[in-house]
Nanobody, 113 residues
Framework: QVQFVESGGGSVQPGGSLKLSCAASGSIAKLYTLGWYRQTPGRQRELVAL???????TYEGSAKGRFTISRDNTKNAIFLQMNELEPEDTAVYYC???????WGQGTHVTVSS
């Protein structure tokens, strides 16, 4: 199974931006659907965005219009550009394929003034 390692999280003020990266341990070229998810304490992990094939994307809830998911099969990497961040975006962010592979450790995002 492919394993994923997330990075790029950090602390940012409301309205700021972050770009998350996800490195896969193997080729993602044959993984049609890839996604970003997030989890806050006491809540279930939730879907943020999906990318199908090279460029078809869907976004959930408040991610629409602010986040952009992308992939680079040549680098076996997945990205999440997050703009106009809000305190409600504070969470641990994970990437994974669909169907799920092994979950990584995630990367922490904190949005606070």
């Amino acid at each position: 199974q492919v394993q994923f390692v997330e990075s790029g999280g950090g602390s940012v003020q409301p309205g700021g931006s972050l770009k998350l990266s996800c490195a896969a341990s193997g080729s993602i070229a044959k993984l049609y659907t890839l996604g970003w998810y997030r989890q806050t304490p006491g809540r279930q992990r939730e879907l943020v965005a999906l990318i199908y094939g090279e460029s078809q994307t869907t976004y959930e809830g408040s991610a629409k219009g602010r986040f952009t998911i992308s992939r680079d099969n040549t680098k076996n990497a997945i990205f999440l550009q997050m703009n106009e961040l809000e305190p409600e975006d504070t969470a641990v962010y994970y990437c994974n394929s669909v169907p799920f592979s092994i979950w990584g450790q995630g990367t922490h995002v904190t949005v606070s003034s």
